[in-house]
């Protein structure tokens, strides 16, 4: 089974940046999207982006949230079977528990039930 393991998070001053890592291992599939969610204390976790990885696949491949969209940027290194979330201009509400997660559904990838496996998430605290 694939498994999934974030790095990167931090503390970092309003207007800073971070980058997160997903570095996933047992991979062996040729098709299948990674996403990032974050949790903030006593709220529901939300999409944040997502990335379509499929040699063959004329849809849309990069997903972003409204509200990170023009600050965050989401890639992946297929060699390392790594996907990253650099996220510059922080605000203090993108503080979070941020995870990426492993789904093989291509069209919904919006959306937390597309996903079947989850990492364990990084804490992101952002101060004003």
């Known amino acids: 089974q694939v498994q999934l393991v974030e790095s990167g998070g931090g503390l970092v001053q309003a207007g800073g940046s971070l980058r997160l890592s997903c570095a996933a291992s047992?991979?062996?599939?040729?098709?299948?999207?990674m996403g990032w969610f974050r949790q903030a204390p006593g709220k529901e976790r939300e999409f944040v982006a997502a990335?379509?990885?499929?040699?063959?696949?004329?849809?849309?491949?990069?997903y972003y949230a409204d509200s990170v969209k023009g600050r965050f940027t989401i890639s992946r290194d297929n060699a390392k079977n790594t996907v990253y979330l650099q996220m510059n201009s922080l605000k203090p509400e993108d503080t979070a528990v941020y995870y990426c997660?492993?789904?093989?559904?291509?069209?919904?990838?919006?959306?937390?039930?597309?996903?079947?496996?989850w990492g364990q998430g990084t804490q992101v605290t952002v101060y004003s």
């Open positions: 047992r991979l062996t599939f040729s098709s299948y999207a």
């Open positions: 997660a492993f789904s093989l559904d291509l069209v919904a990838i919006t959306t937390i039930d597309a996903y079947d496996i």
């Open positions: 990335i379509v990885a499929a040699i063959r696949w004329s849809g849309r491949r990069i």
